[in-house]
């Protein structure tokens, strides 16, 4: 199977990540597909390509596709055996971020290509030009802090929350110190509460006005800085992308997502960025050595990964310290045991 149908249900960063991937593949002369559930970048980007109309169609094929991978996957797993499904399917479906690696976004040629084809357009009002020009005119240094989505909503805060923590944000900031002589900051969050209790940054500007339909200026003017501290997010992985900084530094997260798998540093980040290590584990299990035989084959089962095990609390690095009792030990018989306990335990927080 040679052809591609590209998607993203996801919002503007995953959108311009996924058309970057098609303008890549189309220049290989693959003839991509592109579908994107939401289309932001029409209304924003003037040049932007329009990508096909989302139709119950494209919906349903997505879906059928996304069945027959998840059984794929369960029969690989069920008898360690490679059964390819999919490839007898007319397209293969890259619902992002699966594709295999996202390196070619720095290639310069492709650079080029995504900027011209979007461009932010010019009519910025007088707060915004003002803090261009205070990032020209300084050491400029982007900090971007998602919070709101990835803490708010159990489901997201399962898969990516909880990453990029205070201490990320100290540690990256010793970086910058030690670039710039006198870093000026400007701070793009939306929980800016959290920002200023949690890091000292004097005379730092918070950006809180870009809003709404008008929130992609924070993307434009993220590109502008001399140096970016990122999130764990598409959002502020595409300022750089923009940048109009020639050798900016940038300071990303070696963790994105929480799982074992996450090889999302390897897809995304150039070999010359700066890269704090912050992978700790969601869960700390605390194991008698005595059963491990017994729950080791259970615990590989599990849909939620992002653990480790440990004999001793006084060892766990864990965000939640959970002992394995013989009541927990049957519960791990249910493969989907650990993420519903962390759903559950998110759930309960916001009721409080």
Not at 66 to 92: A, D, H
Not at 214 to 234: E, P, V, W, Y
Not at 288 to 295: A, G, H, K
Request: proline residues 4%; contains cysteine.
């Amino acid at each position: 199977m040679s052809k591609y149908l590209i998607t993203t249900g996801g919002g503007l960063g995953n959108e311009i990540i996924s058309y970057a991937l098609w303008l890549h593949l189309c220049e290989q002369g693959k003839s991509p597909l592109l579908f994107l559930r939401r289309n932001l970048l029409n209304g924003i980007f003037p040049n932007a390509y329009t990508p096909l109309q989302w139709t119950n169609l494209a919906a349903k094929y997505i879906c059928f596709y996304n069945l027959c991978s998840r059984f794929q996957r369960f029969i690989e797993r069920t008898f360690n055996k490679r059964v390819p499904i999919c490839s007898f399917l007319p397209y293969e479906v890259i619902d992002f971020p699966e594709w295999e690696n996202y390196q070619f976004l720095w290639a310069e040629a492709d650079r080029k290509r995504l900027q011209k084809k979007l461009y932010f357009p010019k009519d910025l009002d007088n707060r915004n030009t003002s803090i261009i020009q205070k990032m020209e005119d300084t050491q400029s240094v982007s900090i971007h802090v998602r919070r709101g989505d990835y803490q708010n909503s159990p489901h997201w805060r399962v898969i990516l929350g909880d990453i990029c923590e205070a201490d990320y944000y100290r540690q990256a900031l010793g970086k910058i110190k030690s670039i710039f002589s006198h870093p000026t900051y400007f701070v793009f969050s939306d929980d800016i509460e959290w920002v200023k209790q949690n890091l000292s940054l004097p005379e730092a500007t918070y950006i809180d006005w870009n809003t709404g339909s008008s929130s992609f200026r924070d993307l434009q003017l993220m590109s502008h800085c001399k140096g970016n501290i990122l999130a764990n997010s598409t959002f502020s992985l595409c300022a750089t992308l923009f940048s109009k900084v020639p050798n900016a530094i940038h300071i990303a997260p070696s963790k994105w997502l929480n799982t074992k798998e996450d090889n999302l540093r390897e897809k995304y980040l150039p070999q010359d960025w700066i890269v704090i290590d912050n992978n700790r584990p969601t869960f700390s299990l605390v194991l008698d050595c005595s059963r491990n035989r017994v729950i080791d084959l259970n615990l590989k089962k599990q849909s939620f990964d992002d653990f480790e095990i440990v004999t001793e609390t006084s060892r766990a690095q864990g965000q939640i310290i959970l002992t394995l009792t013989e009541e927990t030990i049957k519960c791990l018989q249910d493969r989907n045991f650990l993420k519903s306990f962390l759903l559950k335990t998110y759930t309960d927080e916001q009721r409080k």
